[in-house]
């Protein structure tokens, strides 16, 4: 089984439960820390013009958080930079909204949430807030979103040559939907890659595709297993793992995601 696609990592961003963004972060996902949950805040993006900054919902906050973080990371300009975007859910509260506004008499939607409630609305704030004319892809594939995101964004970088931010993000849904469709929690992560190493990358990853069922990587510790299993994007989080260790020295790894039907996407992590 050979290398299918290799890339750079440049940035990384992070927001969830007790993982108040990279920096901060790593000692807890290298094992050197104990993993403390705690709420998640989602402030508004300083990015944004005051008018968009006030309609901006908090999927739009998570996903703004860890792109701009990673983007400061790499010392990136984001407006140079192509992105893809990935989530389960998209907007789960303006979703809610206009599913109960349906259900009443007065069905009238306002134009803010039906914008809020598209896909592609995070890179659309994204695009305003950092004037990006860069190519920018938005997608989603249920419990496997962010392996499809890592995938498209390491083929842009392989396919095209461009450095590409992934920016993936997953939210609660409010009952009675999480009842049918449970997250456990917001989170939201980011990773800046390049198609060749440069004097700002610390990682370098390669990935392979794998049908011999190797069980997926998990976390160690049970909150953070529980955190992993729990929301899709925090799927991520045994790379995410694997890349605090490398940062701190340590050998290179494999993590092993599910890419189903019955399929593994292997990801091989070591130093640039």
């Known amino acids: 089984m050979g290398r299918l696609m290799r890339a750079f990592v440049e940035g990384v961003g992070l927001l969830g ?19 403390r949950p705690a709420p998640a805040p989602l402030p508004p993006s300083p990015l944004l013009p005051p008018a968009e900054r006030r309609r901006s919902v908090p999927t739009v906050k998570l996903a703004m958080a860890v792109g701009a973080e990673a983007m400061a990371q790499a010392d990136r300009d ?28 007065d069905r009238g939607i306002s134009p803010t949430r039906f914008h809020n409630s598209v896909h592609n609305a995070p890179a659309g704030y994204w695009s305003i807030a950092t004037r990006s004319h860069a190519p920018s892809t938005s997608l989603s594939s249920h419990d496997e979103s962010f392996q499809a995101g890592l995938l498209e964004a390491m083929a842009e970088v392989a396919a095209e040559g461009w450095t590409v931010g992934l920016i993936a993000y997953d939210l609660p849904y409010p009952e ?4 049918v469709r449970p997250i456990a929690a917001p989170f939201g992560m980011a990773l800046v890659l390049t198609p060749e190493p440069t004097g700002r990358s610390f990682a370098r990853l390669d990935i392979a595709l794998s049908d011999s069922g190797e069980p997926p990587s998990r976390m160690a510790d049970d909150a953070l297993e529980a955190l992993r299993a729990g929301n899709p994007t925090a799927r991520a989080l045994p790379l995410l793992a694997a890349l605090a260790r490398v940062s701190a020295g340590g050998a290179g790894e494999t993590v092993v995601l599910d890419l189903p039907p019955g399929g593994r996407l292997l990801v091989t992590v070591g130093a640039p």
């Not at 439960?17 to 993993?35: I, K, N, Q």
């Not at 998209?90 to 009443?104: F, M, R, V, W, Y």
């Open 17 to 35: 439960p007790g993982l108040a963004g990279w920096e901060e972060s790593r000692p807890v996902l290298a094992g050197r820390l104990p993993y």
């Open 78 to 105: 984001p407006a140079g930079v192509a992105t893809v975007f990935t989530s389960s859910s998209g907007d789960p509260d303006t979703l809610h909204q206009i599913l109960e506004t349906l259900a009443s008499e």
């Open 176 to 179: 009675p939907l999480h009842a």
